[in-house]
């Protein structure tokens, strides 16, 4: 029997994971309007984490909408329980240190501030990111032409169209993305982070 | 605009990914009666993982059954989602280079084949781990007396008792947990793990 495997009853607390891997996780929610710049952000910042050798994963719909979400349609009982499922996910990547990245219109303030609950019961730090540019702007964007078809009525319940998103009001960090660039964004983020101490400043550049 | 962030439109691959990390994610799925052993390893693997630096994450009943998959029952359609869910998730982990490990009886091997079958297509590897000890054994541990409260009609669909459990044909490890014991069971799957390459052999001490 050797010697070196260690172990004992029970399952690893948070504070025992994050000592043994140098590392601790927390979400970052990323919240807007379709075309707001959600998931271009939510990219780069991964990108930026996982360079700076830092284990991170992104939430988006390609992932989850294809997969775990698969059995869910668009119908409010749907959207609440894809974004419960997604909070739950998110929070069991947190709890083993990975900084976990969600990318959804996530429009319901309420849902958000579950998925916000449920993180900070365990302990989990919850990062609000509002991915925010003015309708005018992403209807103008509208690189999918969802908005076109969400006006004439070819797509029904589309967020701020046609079913409300209710904007964040105390979110962590607030972009306005149709006035800063894709790295400015990553970088007050990045920012957040290390001021929090939740990454350390010399582990990335900032 | 600083110059150090990097980042390319698009998803971060999984070789890239792996390359930045240098780690490969891979979900070790166990599967075995209730009371087999299958948590009790999957926790001691999860503690030799993690303190060899490893980082590696536990999906069991405590953290699925509570949370993501609190709105799910018993009844066969349930515990297939329950199942497929648990797949996804496990997936994901692997994808983002984590070392999932699940816990569950996953009795079905139809839904064991689905969550194979999904990972093969992501390119990910899946270790199949039947925890195997004769009824009589299991019965006779019966830590929660759940045998007991099946075989006198208190617990439905008992796996074993009055729902089939449908033994692994061909795992990839096979685990005798009345013969061997818990370090022995840890070793074996370590050991699979570094044959194939999956870890380091530098990494951890056989």
Same mark, same amino acid.
């Given at each position: 029997?050797? %010697? ?6 029970? %399952? ?33 910042? =991964? ?12 939430? !988006? ?14 119908? +409010? !009982?749907? &959207? *609440? ?5 997604? %909070? ?17 219109? %996530?429009?319901?303030? $309420?849902?958000?501030? *579950? ?48 079913? +409300?998103?209710?904007? +964040? ?6 972009? &306005?993305?149709? $006035?800063?660039?894709? =790295? ?10 290390? !001021? ?9 550049? $900032?």
């Amino acid at each position: 029997m050797a %010697s070196n495997i260690t172990w004992h009853a029970g %399952s690893v607390s948070l504070t025992e994971r994050q000592d043994l891997l140098k590392q601790k996780g927390l979400t970052i929610w990323f919240t807007g309007l379709s075309a707001s710049g959600k998931s271009t952000l939510a990219t780069a910042l =991964e990108q930026t984490l996982l360079h700076a050798g830092i284990i991170s994963y992104r939430l !988006d719909g390609d992932n989850i909408r294809f997969g775990l979400n698969k059995n869910l349609g668009f119908g +409010p !009982d749907d &959207r *609440t329980e894809n974004i419960r499922r997604i %909070s739950e996910v998110a929070k069991l990547f947190a709890d083993s240190t990975v900084i976990a990245i969600t990318a959804f219109i %996530s429009p319901y303030r $309420q849902d958000r501030d *579950t998925a916000r609950q449920l993180h900070q019961e365990a302990g989990i730090p919850f990062v609000e990111v509002f991915a925010d540019a003015p309708l005018e702007v992403v209807e103008q964007r509208d690189p999918k032409g969802l908005y076109k078809k969400a006006k004439a009525g070819e797509i029904k319940e589309f967020t701020g169209i046609s079913a +409300p998103y209710e904007a +964040p009001e105390k979110p962590e960090i607030h972009i &306005r993305t149709d $006035q800063v660039s894709v =790295e400015e964004g990553v970088k007050a983020v990045i920012k957040y982070l290390v !001021d929090q101490g939740y990454i350390a400043a010399d582990k990335i550049k $900032q």
